[in-house]
């Protein structure tokens, strides 16, 4: 990673890359550093583009070139668009940066997503509904997204298998109620196989009057679609408390799926647990925790997949 008083010079580098290479002349400033640093270009209010400077290792070029490929790919709807990446002045939709302190960095610029971030209440939800569903429909998406497999039952396993002895208490919970669920025979995916965005929450999602514009389509991939919908859930069920269940309905309505049907609700509560458990992953492969932090994650992993377990998550009641 990149020391903290190296972010200026950082900055600097990319707003001279945007002017040499996308004729684009902004000031630059960092939104979000995390394993991919994202940065705003243009004033503080209105930026113009947001550029990603993806992490050095752990994803192939040819795997962030797919995701661009999708992007541009995506037929906008009255209902759906995309924040697509935007060419150099070479045509390029992917280039390289050499950072400092990171040495070279796959980099991308992004449009700006047009309208305001999509908030926790039931008309925002059902448009995301009706979003995700004229993307699930598009099924050209699926032979240039990135060839990786979402929601393999293996994964979760693996995941578990590499939580430190130090947490043994928090492993021995997930390892229950991960032979809970199989012993419930819930342990598949059941829906349409396609194409999916993988990180389909609140988050990476504005609202335009009637679209939803979708952007950071960092983990798309090919799975069960019902994965997107069951990451809906699983932040309804993290961020919103007592009204996840109405909320949820609401987003259902606009997915044109009126309810929850067993089928629906067996799988969604499996792929709450596989969802919670690649963020687990992924803290696994990129971050460095404290010991109190990793009791944190590992007791809300646990609990997670226990209420899935135990049939008791909210957003599901009623169904």
């Known amino acids: 990673m990149v020391a903290t008083n190296d972010t200026a010079a950082v900055e600097r580098v990319v707003a001279a890359a945007l002017e040499a290479e996308y004729r684009l002349s902004a000031e630059v400033r960092t939104v979000v550093r995390g394993v991919n640093w994202t940065l705003a270009a243009g004033p503080d209010r209105?930026?113009?583009?947001?550029?990603?400077?993806?992490?050095?290792?752990?994803?192939?070029?040819?795997?962030?070139?797919?995701?661009?490929?999708?992007?541009?790919?995506?037929?906008?709807?009255?209902?759906?668009?995309?924040?697509?990446?935007?060419?150099?002045?070479?045509?390029?939709?992917?280039?390289?940066?050499?950072?400092?302190?990171?040495?070279?960095?796959?980099?991308?610029?992004?449009?700006?997503?047009?309208?305001?971030?999509?908030?926790?209440?039931?008309?925002?939800?059902?448009a995301a509904g009706a979003a995700l569903a004229d993307l699930h429909g598009q099924t050209q998406l699926a032979a240039l997204a990135p060839q990786r497999e979402l929601a393999a039952e293996g994964e979760i396993d693996r995941t578990i298998a590499r939580i430190e002895d130090g947490f043994a208490t928090e492993r021995a919970r997930l390892v229950a109620a991960v032979a809970d669920l199989r012993g419930q025979g819930m342990n598949r995916a059941a829906g349409p196989a396609g194409f999916c965005h993988s990180d389909f929450r609140m988050a990476n999602l504005h609202r335009a009057i009637d679209r939803i514009v979708m952007f950071d389509f960092d983990?798309?991939?090919?799975?069960?679609?019902?994965?997107?919908?069951?990451?809906?859930?699983?932040?309804?069920?993290?961020?919103t408390g007592d009204g996840a269940a109405e909320l949820w309905r609401a987003f259902l309505t606009g997915y044109d799926r009126a309810k929850d049907d067993a089928e629906l609700s067996n799988s969604l509560r499996w792929l709450v647990a596989v969802q919670h458990l690649r963020s687990l992953r992924f803290l696994q492969d990129y971050c460095q925790l404290d010991t109190e932090t990793w009791v944190d994650a590992l007791g809300s992993a646990a609990g997670m997949v226990e209420r899935a377990a135990s049939g008791s998550l909210r957003f599901l009641r009623g169904s």
């Open 46 to 126: 209105a930026p113009v583009a947001y550029v990603r400077l993806y992490r050095p290792e752990g994803r192939p070029k040819a795997e962030i070139a797919a995701e661009l490929a999708v992007l541009d790919a995506v037929v906008a709807t009255d209902r759906l668009d995309v924040a697509r990446a935007v060419a150099s002045q070479k045509g390029q939709l992917l280039t390289q940066l050499e950072v400092p302190g990171s040495g070279t960095r796959p980099m991308a610029v992004f449009q700006v997503a047009a309208g305001e971030p999509v908030r926790a209440r039931p008309d925002d939800l059902r």
């Open 219 to 239: 983990d798309c991939g090919l799975g069960p679609q019902w994965l997107d919908l069951a990451t809906v859930g699983w932040w309804l069920e993290l961020a």
